[in-house]
């Protein structure tokens, strides 16, 4: 048996979990949030139309593309940081696997020696729920919110 041992660089996630988390697929829907508490303060309502996706990201220095045609510049392969965080990074993975909902936010949950584990708050625009409630009826006139940088981890790598 494995004992639940919280860790200082996974202040979310216990060990088993992150276990449990690395045997499932890259894009699992979460029954409900891991860390409610931030869910509710990124706009997360236990409600219809709300849908919590648990992602991961692998972990590493991310390498420079390779040139399509003509000679290979000296820093093909090179190391080298992009404008945005690993967390945008997800959102986008998460909106492109899930074309019908919209990205809320997103939050960090937690990380292994090799991934790191996001919870992407997502909303269905076309749900009658959604299109009722005012508080967040806003997200229906908006389209790919997560590829036009406008989530909060997005308006963070932003320069």
């Known amino acids: 048996m494995i004992d639940i041992v919280k860790s200082d660089n996974m202040p979310n996630a216990s060990k088993p979990k992150l276990i449990e988390w690395r045997r499932e697929n890259v ?27 648990r992602t991961r990201i692998h972990k590493g220095a991310r390498i420079r593309p390779k040139a399509r045609k003509g000679r290979d510049p000296l820093k093909t392969g090179r190391r080298y940081s992009p404008d945005q965080s690993w967390q945008t990074v997800a959102e986008k993975r998460v909106a492109r696997r899930f074309p019908n909902m919209e990205v809320l936010n997103s939050y960090y949950v937690g990380e292994d020696g090799t991934q790191t584990f996001y919870e992407v708050l997502l909303v269905d625009p076309k749900h009658p729920v959604i299109k009722a409630d005012q508080k967040i009826n806003w997200i229906c006139s908006q389209r790919k919110r997560a590829f036009r940088g406008l989530t909060a981890s997005a308006k963070r790598s932003r320069k």
């Open 27 to 53: 894009f699992t829907r979460a029954e409900k949030p891991t860390n409610v508490k931030k869910a509710h303060a990124l706009g997360y309502r236990a409600k219809q139309g709300f849908v919590v996706v």
